[in-house]
């Protein structure tokens, strides 16, 4: 059974950071591309950021230079390092594995509001 867990979401102010993460079982990890997605209420779920599993990454253009995605192979374990957060950032954020198949995590809710 493919599992992916996120965690590490909530309620920030502007300007302030926060981390998630994705945490995934029942995949051969190393193999799959993985990534995180937003939805913001009303609007459509969107690409943030996504690692092959080679390692490239690829940002979408509204936080680059802001989030970094990495990947921990041995911990079957991807991450978001979010930082400079902007209230256009506030969504549901998911997880998604892609290798032929995809899978999403039920998503964590992240809240960017003064």
């Known amino acids: 059974q493919v599992q992916l867990v996120e965690s590490g979401g909530g309620l920030v102010q502007p300007g302030e950071s926060l981390t998630l993460s994705c945490a995934a079982s029942?995949?051969?990890?190393?193999?799959?591309?993985m990534g995180w997605y937003r939805q913001a209420p009303g609007k459509q779920r969107e690409l943030v950021a996504d690692i092959t599993s080679g390692g490239t990454t690829n940002y979408a253009d509204s936080v680059k230079g802001r989030f970094t995605i990495s990947r921990d192979n041995a911990k079957n374990t991807i991450y978001l390092q979010m930082n400079n957060l902007k209230p256009e950032d506030t969504g549901v954020y998911y997880c998604n594995a892609d290798h032929y198949v995809r899978y999403w995590g039920q998503g964590t809710q992240v809240t960017v509001s003064s």
């Open positions: 029942g995949i051969i990890f190393s193999i799959y591309d």
